[in-house]
């Protein structure tokens, strides 16, 4: 007489039922022992091989490689690089400094390279932060772009500032591209730092002045404006027509020092000025300069892009002129960036 299948007997050899669904992880034999186990690389001829099943052992966790590096970290190293400056850095990302130097050090040990050199207080990259620093700002930015759903349909092309723009020609630049390319927004935006978001990823190009050393960028001098000194508006250097650099050293000078251009050595050796005064960004300098904090040395077309009651722009005589340049990075870009380098070089040549 038949009976059941006893689920607890082992079917015959070449008899596998195939389980129902749902019961397979439930099957209630106890696994055999290891004596009883197939030898490794050797068939089992009643039992098919079992699957090997990898299951998760909290106690060794699998290597992090590929998911240590994330976004934040990119973004945190570009930022020092930037700044040159931790605590900088993280005000620029919202984050504390110490969130920042976590991220900084936890980027560097997956990478078991040393990017930033701490032994000074002004952070400097090292020569391997200086080439992963483009790499990683290129990653951001295609990421950035990737998701950005507005650019997909009308890709705007990002040109950022640190201050003062193209000069007297921003209007006629901004007004021709709309006529022209009325299709391709052009955003122009103001960033707080040497190249204007350039290394960072957050523009297309940027309008800069004078000497810039980031590597993996291409310039193109646009044009060269003069100099002008600001200083106090009811001080007594301010009814003068004209001034010469010596006439600002005896009181302070207030240097940008994130993205201005004007340092101690724009002054001959023997003589520079007494004192310096540091702020980090355009209004914070003329906010300093309308108090009577000391005076500043500027290009001529933040006269006119920056006006301020408290403040008055006077020409110098004897400083170098400051060359305005268009910068972008080497390498693939915007499909618009020609277009915006042929047309800036059209409105400078009309005057």
Same mark, same amino acid.
């Given at each position: 007489m038949s009976r059941p299948e006893d689920p607890g007997?082992?079917?015959?050899?070449?008899?596998?039922?195939?389980?129902?669904?749902?019961?397979?992880?439930?099957?209630?034999?106890?696994?055999?022992?290891?004596?009883?186990?197939?030898a490794p690389g050797q068939a089992d001829p009643g039992?098919?091989?079992?699957?090997?099943?990898?299951?998760?052992?909290?106690?060794?966790?699998?290597?992090?490689?590929?998911?240590?590096?994330?976004?934040?970290?990119?973004?945190?190293?570009?930022?020092?690089?930037?700044?040159?400056?931790?605590?900088?850095?993280?005000? $620029?990302?919202?984050?504390?400094?110490?969130?920042?130097?976590?991220?900084?050090?936890?980027?560097?040990?997956?990478?078991?390279?040393?990017?930033?050199?701490?032994?000074?207080?002004?952070?400097?990259?090292?020569?391997?932060?200086?080439?992963?620093?483009?790499?990683?700002?290129?990653?951001?930015?295609?990421?950035?772009?990737?998701?950005?759903?507005?650019?997909?349909?009308?890709?705007?092309?990002?040109?950022?500032?640190?201050?003062?723009?193209?000069?007297?020609?921003?209007?006629?630049?901004?007004?021709?591209?709309?006529?022209? $390319?009325?299709?391709?927004?052009?955003?122009?935006?103001?960033?707080?730092?040497?190249?204007?978001?350039?290394?960072?990823?957050?523009?297309?190009?940027?309008?800069?002045?004078?000497?810039?050393?980031?590597?993996?960028?291409?310039?193109?001098?646009?044009?060269?404006?003069?100099?002008?000194?600001?200083?106090?508006?009811?001080?007594?250097?301010?009814?003068?027509?004209?001034?010469?650099?010596?006439?600002?050293?005896?009181?302070?000078?207030?240097?940008?020092?994130?993205?201005?251009?004007?340092?101690?050595?724009?002054?001959?050796? $023997?003589?520079?000025?007494?004192?310096?005064?540091?702020?980090?960004?355009?209004?914070?300098?003329?906010?300093?300069?309308?108090?009577?904090?000391?005076?500043?040395?500027?290009?001529?077309?933040?006269?006119?892009?920056?006006?301020?009651?408290?403040?008055?722009?006077?020409?110098?005589?004897?400083?170098?002129?400051?060359?305005?340049?268009?910068?972008?990075?080497?390498?693939?870009?915007?499909?618009?960036?020609?277009?915006?380098?042929?047309?800036?070089?059209?409105?400078?040549?009309?005057?």
């Open positions: 007997h082992t079917a015959s050899p070449g008899h596998h039922p195939t389980p129902a669904t749902g019961q397979a992880d439930r099957d209630p034999r106890p696994a055999p022992a290891a004596a009883d186990q197939a039992h098919p091989p079992a699957p090997v099943i990898h299951r998760a052992d909290p106690d060794h966790p699998p290597a992090p490689a590929s998911r240590a590096v994330e976004l934040r970290h990119l973004r945190a190293f570009l930022a020092v690089a930037e700044e040159g400056n931790v605590t900088r850095a993280a005000a $620029h990302l919202g984050l504390t400094q110490p969130a920042v130097s976590r991220t900084l050090a936890a980027l560097e040990r997956h990478l078991g390279l040393r990017l930033v050199d701490r032994s000074t207080h002004h952070l400097a990259l090292t020569p391997e932060g200086v080439a992963f620093r483009d790499k990683a700002a290129a990653a951001v930015a295609a990421f950035d772009e990737a998701l950005d759903t507005g650019r997909l349909r009308h890709w705007p092309l990002r040109l950022g500032h640190a201050w003062s723009a193209f000069g007297p020609y921003t209007t006629p630049l901004l007004r021709a591209w709309r006529e022209r $390319h009325p299709a391709t927004p052009l955003e122009l935006l103001r960033i707080d730092d040497r190249t204007a978001g350039l290394t960072r990823g957050e523009v297309d190009a940027a309008l800069l002045r004078g000497p810039v050393h980031a590597p993996g960028l291409v310039t193109e001098v646009l044009f060269t404006e003069g100099r002008v000194a600001a200083v106090t508006a009811d001080g007594p250097l301010a009814s003068r027509t004209s001034l010469r650099l010596a006439d600002l050293v005896d009181g302070p000078v207030v240097l940008n020092t994130v993205s201005g251009i004007t340092t101690p050595e724009l002054w001959p050796p $023997h003589a520079r000025p007494a004192a310096t005064l540091t702020v980090a960004n355009t209004d914070d300098w003329l906010a300093a300069i309308a108090a009577g904090r000391g005076s500043g040395v500027s290009a001529a077309s933040t006269a006119a892009i920056h006006p301020h009651p408290g403040v008055a722009y006077v020409p110098l005589d004897d400083a170098p002129g400051v060359p305005v340049l268009l910068a972008r990075r080497d390498g693939p870009g915007h499909p618009a960036l020609p277009k915006l380098a042929a047309l800036a070089r059209e409105i400078v040549a009309r005057g």
